[in-house]
Structure formats: structure tokens, C-alpha cells
């Protein structure tokens, strides 16, 4: 099979398994190199999704280009939700989604296909295009999450917009710890019992926090986008985290406070330049209007569940 013809079957096999009404991947230079589109769905044509990935292309590369494996954006179009999910440094993967679509139910399977299309254009052998099967059982997960970063960078507001759906202007620093309990419904019949740790970031709780730090299964990296320094210091965060937990906590980096426009000093691709070299896949978020936060968080049980999702074992 050419690769061309595994990578529509891979689609194909994708548009079948998810609610998405079309699905397309764009190569580097803009080109789509494969599409599909399900025949069931009359208005839509493969002329619409293109048209519409070309619009916005320039966009989706700007944001995209500097490969990091798994990053994404949904955009809201006349044909649908648009959701871009990054296949490696070559490819990005386009899903055609209706408006009211729940994208945390497709963006799973999402990030397995891109994880194929890299496999898939790096040429290796025996690749299977088909989708794994989600459990027919409904599963519960429990995990430790750390909220690391420094003061002031919006933990808590994240922790709070996540949780309770609130936003306050005037938190006050958080003392040791803050936790927090919250069931996070991930899929249909998979659900995340999340145990998050806001742990204080000034220097000098820094010895009662390696006791919090122990046990946990993920960590979220906080920086302020208006604040330099607070993204620079995230690999001493890093450091500190792998002295206490080891190098293999799942990790998510999140650039806060994006709402502050006029303010901000670091820029989309500085952020992903350092996520990048930290190993991080990145997203950025505002806790006061609640962009991106609970994509943040869906990220995490993602990765922290993924292996268990599925009863295949070819992912």
C-alpha cells in the first residue's frame, strides 16, 4: 500500500470511528496530501474543506511552526469546528467538526492519527491504519497532578476557572498547598478523578514542597506570557519535580494570563521554543476568560490515560 493510500484509509477509518464530518492533512508547505469526507453528509464537499484550510492556513502555520508533537487549535468556521492537531514537523492534521460538536470527544482519537501520519511519512513498517477500540466498560482513573510555577503566574485562578468555573481579580498567594478534588469526564465511559496540588511558588516553601511533590503522576508548568522570567524558570521547576518524582511524570507547560494583550511580552513562539526544549507539549490559556483551560487539563488525563483507553496495542 502507498503512502498515499494508507493515509486516506487512515482517515477514513477516523471520520468512521468519531462524530467529524471531514478530515484532511497539510503538508508544510500548505498542500493537502490527503482527504476524506463523509459521504453521508451532503453540503459538505472536499472543495469546502479545502477552501477553508487555505484561509486560515497562514494562521495554523504561524502558530504551528515549530512542530511540536502534539499541539492544537479549534477554530470556528462557516463549514464547522475546524481542529488542527500537529503530526510531527511535516504534517498537520485537519478535523471537520459541526458547530456543536464535543471536541474533547474527538480529540483523542485525533492524536492517535497524527501520532500515525508520523509513522506513517517517516516510512516505518507495519503501520495499522485502523482506530483502537475504547473500552466497552465504563473506567475510572485517579491521578496526583502538581500545579508548578512561579508566584503570581495564575495557579490558583487556573485551579479555580477549572474547578468551580470562577474567576477573582485578587487571590491571595497560596501558603504550602492548595488542593483540590475534581471528577473530569474525559469520554463517554472514561472519567478522571483528578487530585490537584497547588503548590505555593515563592523560594521559601521550597523543602515542604518536595513532600507534596511525592507521588504524583503529572505536573502543569505555569509561566506568565507578560512575564519573561517566569518562562525561563521553568527548567529549575523541571529540575526540581525530577529530583523529587523522577524524569517520567506526565507534563503539560501553559502559558497563562493571554487576555492581557497589551501587556504581554513573550510571544506564541517563544513559548513553544522553550516547551519544546523541556520536552513539553504547550497550550495557552487565560484563567479570567477561561480559554484553553479545561483543554489544558483534558490534555493531561489524555496522556496520563491513553495506554489504558484503548485495547489495541498498536498506538
Not at 138 to 162: A, C, E, N
Not at 225 to 234: A, E, G, H, Q, S
Amino acid at each position: 500500500m502507498s503512502t498515499s493510500e494508507m493515509l486516506n484509509e487512515l482517515l477514513s477509518n477516523y471520520l468512521k470511528t468519531t462524530a467529524a464530518k471531514a478530515a484532511a492533512i497539510v503538508d508544510k508547505d500548505g498542500l493537502i496530501i490527503a482527504s476524506q469526507v463523509d459521504p453521508e453528509i451532503d453540503e459538505l464537499s472536499i472543495g469546502g474543506v479545502t477552501g477553508a484550510i487555505e484561509k486560515l492556513y497562514d494562521r495554523i502555520k504561524t502558530e504551528f511552526k515549530l512542530g511540536s508533537r502534539f499541539g492544537t487549535t479549534t477554530i470556528d468556521q462557516e463549514v464547522g469546528k475546524l481542529i488542527f492537531v500537529n503530526a510531527g514537523p511535516g504534517a498537520i492534521l485537519t478535523t471537520v467538526a459541526s458547530s456543536t460538536s464535543e471536541t474533547d470527544c474527538i480529540l483523542p482519537y485525533s492524536y492517535i492519527v497524527a501520532e500515525k501520519i508520523v509513522q506513517i511519512l517517516e516510512k516505518r513498517k507495519k503501520i495499522d491504519v485502523s482506530m483502537p477500540k475504547i473500552t466497552e466498560e465504563p473506567m475510572k482513573f485517579s491521578f496526583k497532578v502538581v500545579i508548578l510555577g512561579d508566584g503570581g503566574v495564575g495557579k490558583t485562578s487556573l485551579l479555580m476557572r477549572f474547578v468551580e468555573k470562577s474567576f477573582a481579580e485578587d487571590y491571595k498567594s497560596t501558603i504550602g498547598t492548595n488542593i483540590m478534588r475534581v471528577d473530569y469526564k474525559l469520554m463517554d465511559k472514561i472519567t478522571v478523578a483528578f487530585s490537584l496540588w497547588d503548590l505555593a511558588g515563592q523560594q521559601y516553601f521550597s523543602k515542604v514542597r518536595q513532600m507534596y511533590l511525592s507521588g504524583c503522576q503529572a505536573a502543569l508548568f505555569v509561566y506568565d506570557v507578560t512575564r519573561p522570567d517566569t518562562l525561563f524558570n521553568l527548567k529549575n521547576w523541571q529540575n526540581e519535580l525530577q529530583t523529587v518524582a523522577g524524569p517520567g511524570v506526565k507534563s503539560l507547560m501553559v502559558g497563562n494570563k493571554t487576555d492581557l494583550i497589551e501587556e504581554r511580552k513573550v510571544s506564541l513562539e517563544d513559548g513553544k521554543k522553550i516547551a519544546d526544549e523541556l520536552g513539553f507539549s504547550y497550550l495557552e490559556t487565560s484563567a479570567k476568560t477561561g480559554d484553553n483551560v479545561n483543554r489544558s487539563f483534558g490534555s493531561l488525563a489524555f496522556l496520563l490515560v491513553k495506554d489504558k483507553m484503548f485495547q489495541q496495542s498498536n498506538f
